[in-house]
Structure formats: C-alpha cells, structure tokens
C-alpha cells in the first residue's frame, strides 16, 4: 500500500485532464529501474457501487460467494472485486435469458448475436443503464456470476530511482466521458482523479518490470526519444537517470501534444536540461495549434537526415504511447526514412527497421499501449 505524496494537473487550461502523481514506496523494499511499469489495482466509485446495489434491489451484507474471492458480503465484492463501471457481455446474455418473450428481448438478442453491435452497445453502457431499460430480477449471487474480477491497471513509471529515491513518479491522463447524461469515468483514472487525497490516500501497488524497454548499457550511446501524450513518462524517467548516471551520449526528445499552451508536460523540466546540456535536443509536435495537424512522424520526417546519421551512429530509438495510431505511423516513417537516407529499396529498409535494428541489434524499442 503506498502513499500518494504528490498529485497535481500537468494540462491546465486543456479540455484534456492529465495527472502528475507521485507514490511513496519508502520502506517497502520495492525497486524499479527506468522503463519499469507500476501496476495498481483499483477499486470501484463508492456512489456506483450503492447505486448498482440498488438497480438490483439486494440488501449490501447478503453473502455470495466466488471462486476469486471465496465467501464475501455483496457491496464488499461490489466495490472492492467486480467491474460494474462498464457491462459485460455474460450480463447481457444473462438479462436476455430473463426476459419475456417480445420485441425487445428479440432486438437484443440480435444484437447479442453480432460481436460489433454486442461491443458498441456494451461501449456505453454499465448494468445500471441495462437494467433501467430492461428490468429483470437478479438473485445477488446470479449477478455477481455475470461480473469479471477487476484486473489491475499499468502506467509507465516517470522518475528515476537516482533522483526521486523512495518514490514512483506517474503520468496518467485521466479518461472520463458523460453518456446517458451520466459523467462516467475510467476505473482506475477516474479513481485517481477523485478519491486521492495527497498524503492520506493509499493505492495497492506493485512493479512490473521491463526486459526490453531498458537504457543502454553503454552510457556512451545516443538516445532518440518519441513520447507524444503520455508517452512522454519513461522518457522523463530516461533524462533524469542520464544526468544522475552521468551518461555520456546524446539525448533527443520528440513530443507531441493537443496545444503548446496547455499541454507543454514538464516543459519548465526540459528547459532546465537544455540549458545544463543534459537534453540536446527537443523536437515538438502540436496537433491542434494551427489548422493542419501536426504529430511527431510529421517531425521525425522533416529531420530525417539527422535522425538517420544518429541511427548510423549507433543510436537507440525509443517510443512510448498510443498503439493503435500513433507507434504504427512513428513505424512508417522510420522506414521512410531508412528508404529516403539510407538509400535502400522498401523491402531492404523494412528489413532494416523489423530484423536489424529492432531483433538483432535491440536498438528500436517500445513500449505502446
Ligand atoms: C504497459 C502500459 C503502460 C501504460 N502507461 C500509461 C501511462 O503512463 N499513462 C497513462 O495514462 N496510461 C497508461 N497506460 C494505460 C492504462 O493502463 C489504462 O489503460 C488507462 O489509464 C485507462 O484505465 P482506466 O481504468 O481509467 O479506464 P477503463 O475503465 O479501463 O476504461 C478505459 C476504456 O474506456 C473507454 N472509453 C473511453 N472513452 C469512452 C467513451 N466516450 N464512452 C465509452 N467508453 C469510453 C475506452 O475505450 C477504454 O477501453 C498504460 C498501459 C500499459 C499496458
Ligand atoms: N478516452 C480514452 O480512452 C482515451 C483518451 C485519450 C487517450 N487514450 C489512450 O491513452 C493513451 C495516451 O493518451 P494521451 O492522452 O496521453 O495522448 P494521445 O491521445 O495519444 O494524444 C497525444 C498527441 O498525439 C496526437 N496523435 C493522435 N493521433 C496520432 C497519430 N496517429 N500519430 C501521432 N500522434 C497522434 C494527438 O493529436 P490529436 O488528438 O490532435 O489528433 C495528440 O497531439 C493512448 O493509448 C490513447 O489511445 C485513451
């Protein structure tokens, strides 16, 4: 159980809402190095947790029993064990299944039917909003059945062991949204968000260590870092760890974000290095400042000369963040660019980024979620 000793917003003024935290592991004989995850489990708004109690119409200390948790009280397992944030699709089939034969039980059941439309009806929905459209009875111990343990959330850790000794640094956007005119919130952002009080709030904690996602052995070796949003985190890690370890090599960071006036995470941090000489260079990309979007792929591209001559020159490349867009186009342009600087044809370039610098010589590494 560590202590959040640091909580504040790094977005002010953004319709965005991302979060500096800051955990204290003293004592606990945790360790971690840069590139490490912590992982946290969360639990489930208090408010939420009463109000599904409700829409099941069950008195909060009847007994059930899980093969997870063993005997337990409902608004233990409710709040503490249980996604109820979002619906699953066992509740949904079990709520078809209670239903009287009709029109609506129909229109359900083809939904449930077809894996997009179960998915897209799921996506904004939590058993609260199934129920209020379908009411049925559930016994407490056939409710809880339907539900699925609460699986611990990663974040990329954003300090160095060197700098912050006892601590564990984050970088956590937090993901809230309103649907049926109800504001809803991420489980473990939104419990972040809400329920932490600086030096009085305990999360479970644990870390999760990285392999791959590590800083050269060779200090002497130049880093290219490409963090956009919340990618930035290990690269913070990264950067403070250089300068305690006195690394010798070059640094280069890319970052990218909504609006340079808001969303500038840690800029006051980078200027400090770029005026000691600790970052050499820091490339940036913000999307929403002028009318065309600008990312970091865009900013890899137009340096491409120099990012290929640090390639060349034995540099790791590094990116951290989305992984459904963003490392997929930060992919292409490295090609492009192996293709355009290295002069070579597509497939050897591709072979180049994919076996080369990324299997054998582990120089091209990522951590993307
Ligand atoms: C290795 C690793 C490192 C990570 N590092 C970081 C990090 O450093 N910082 C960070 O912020 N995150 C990080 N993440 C992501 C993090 O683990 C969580 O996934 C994230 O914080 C969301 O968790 P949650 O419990 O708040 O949201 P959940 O309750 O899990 O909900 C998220 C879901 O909400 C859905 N959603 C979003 N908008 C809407 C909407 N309008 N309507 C309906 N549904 C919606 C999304 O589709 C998403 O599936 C990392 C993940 C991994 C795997
Ligand atoms: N609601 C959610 O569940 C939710 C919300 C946000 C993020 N996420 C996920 O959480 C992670 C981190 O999110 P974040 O808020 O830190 O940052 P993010 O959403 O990844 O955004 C950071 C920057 O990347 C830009 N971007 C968008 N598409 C890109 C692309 N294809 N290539 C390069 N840059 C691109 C964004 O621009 P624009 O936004 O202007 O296009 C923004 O400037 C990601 O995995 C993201 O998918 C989830």
New binding site residues.
């Given amino acids: 159980m560590a202590t959040v000793v640091d909580a504040h917003c790094i977005s002010e003024g953004s319709y965005?809402e991302?979060n500096h935290y800051a955990v204290s592991i003293r004592g606990s004989g945790i360790r971690y190095k840069p590139g490490d995850s912590m992982g946290f489990y969360p639990t489930n708004d208090e408010d939420l947790a009463k109000h599904t109690l409700r829409a099941i119409g069950a008195k909060k200390n009847v007994v059930v029993e899980t093969k997870e948790t063993g005997k337990i009280e409902l608004f233990d397992a409710l709040l503490n064990r249980f996604t109820i944030h979002r619906a699953g699709k066992k509740f949904l089939s079990a709520v078809v299944s209670k239903m009287k034969k009709g029109k609506d039980k129909d229109e359900l059941k083809e939904i449930l039917e077809d894996r997009d439309k179960t998915d897209k009806y799921l996506f904004t929905r939590d058993c609260i909003d199934i129920l209020n459209e379908h009411p049925v009875h559930f016994e407490p111990q056939e409710f809880i059945d339907t539900l699925s343990p609460i699986t611990p959330r990663l974040y990329s850790i954003s300090s160095s062991p060197k700098v912050h000794p006892g601590e564990i640094h984050l970088?956590i956007?937090i993901?809230?949204?309103n649907n049926f005119d109800r504001d809803r919130f991420?489980l473990a952002t939104g419990h972040l968000a809400k329920e932490v009080e600086v030096n009085k709030t305990k999360i479970p904690v644990y870390v999760q260590p990285t392999k791959e996602f590590i800083l050269p052995k060779d200090k002497s070796k130049d880093i290219i870092m490409v963090g956009?949003?919340?990618?930035?985190a290990p690269f913070r890690a990264f950067i403070e760890h250089r300068k305690a370890t006195e690394a010798t090599g070059r640094n280069w960071l890319f970052f990218?974000?909504?609006n340079q006036d808001s969303?500038f995470f840690y800029n006051d941090e980078w200027a400090e290095y770029m005026k000691g000489g600790d970052l050499d260079k820091l490339t940036t990309?913000?999307?929403?400042d002028q009318e065309d979007?600008i990312?970091?792929?865009h900013r890899l591209l137009s340096n491409a000369k120099e990012i290929w001559e640090w390639l060349e020159n034995g540099a790791y490349f590094y990116v951290c963040?989305?992984?459904?867009?963003?490392a997929?186009?930060?992919h292409k342009a490295l090609i492009e660019i192996a293709e355009k600087e290295g002069k070579m044809k597509k497939k050897d370039a591709e072979t180049y980024i994919n076996q080369t610098l990324m299997k054998d010589e582990h120089r091209y590494l990522r951590d993307?979620?």
């Avoid at 956009?228 to 930035?232: A, E, M, N, Q, S």
């Avoid at 990309?285 to 929403?288: L, M, N």
């Fill in positions: 965005k991302t970088t956007a993901v809230k949204y991420g956009p949003g919340t990618g930035i990218g974000e909504v969303t990309a913000f999307s929403r979007k990312y970091v792929q963040g989305d992984k459904q867009y963003m997929k186009d930060v993307v979620y």
